[in-house]
């Protein structure tokens, strides 16, 4: 499924990011398009909650609990 926030990531990666980062969803996504990453950590409450980490030049999502 798309959403809007993932077609703006689409456009922002074409414009050259390597990564997008969202929330707001409650919907955790992590999906490349062409040279980037659309991420998004879905909730930080209720069912599920995480978080992300950038190290090392990579992005991980982590289960929080």
Do not use: Q
Request: glycine fraction near 14%.
């Amino acid at each position: 499924e798309i959403d809007g926030l993932c077609e703006a990531s689409e456009d922002i990666i074409r414009k050259g990011a390597d990564y997008v980062i969202f929330g707001h969803t409650h919907m955790r996504m992590f999906k490349k398009f062409e040279n980037g990453y659309y991420i998004n950590l879905g909730t930080w409450l209720g069912e599920g909650p995480c978080y992300g980490v950038f190290e090392n030049n990579k992005f991980e999502i982590i289960d929080w609990g």
